[in-house]
């Protein structure tokens, strides 16, 4: 099984930056992909951004060229960063895994999420 846990959310004045972290324990051999979404409230959760092991990325529309995600060498941690932020970033940010192991096939790790607050 895979366990993650985030950090470095808070709140930050608009056009100012945060970077968020996410460590992947555990069963780290299964995970094909990480990524982060988010969650404002009243709203259904979106992906903000996705990153495989191959490296090939996938961006929200409404982030792309604000927020950079990258990971370490061994796979294991996650990081966004985001800058230029706006009111409309204010959200729960949640670190994503998506793994695969043959006994089980693929599923998805969350973890807890971290909060995200951009005042105007």
């Known amino acids: 099984q895979v366990q993650l846990v985030e950090s470095g959310g808070g709140l930050v004045q608009a056009g100012g930056s945060l970077r968020l972290s996410c460590a992947a324990s555990g069963s780290i051999f299964s995970i094909n992909a990480m990524g982060w979404y988010r969650q404002a409230p009243g709203k259904q959760r979106e992906l903000v951004a996705t990153?495989?092991?191959?490296?090939?990325?996938n961006y929200a529309d409404s982030v792309k060229g604000r927020f950079t995600i990258s990971r370490t060498n061994a796979k294991s941690a996650v990081y966004l960063q985001m800058n230029s932020l706006k009111p409309e970033d204010t959200a729960v940010y949640y670190c994503n895994s998506k793994n695969t192991v043959a006994s089980v096939g693929e599923y998805d790790v969350w973890g807890q999420g971290t909060q995200v607050t951009v005042s105007s």
């Open positions: 990153m495989t092991n191959g490296g090939a990325t």
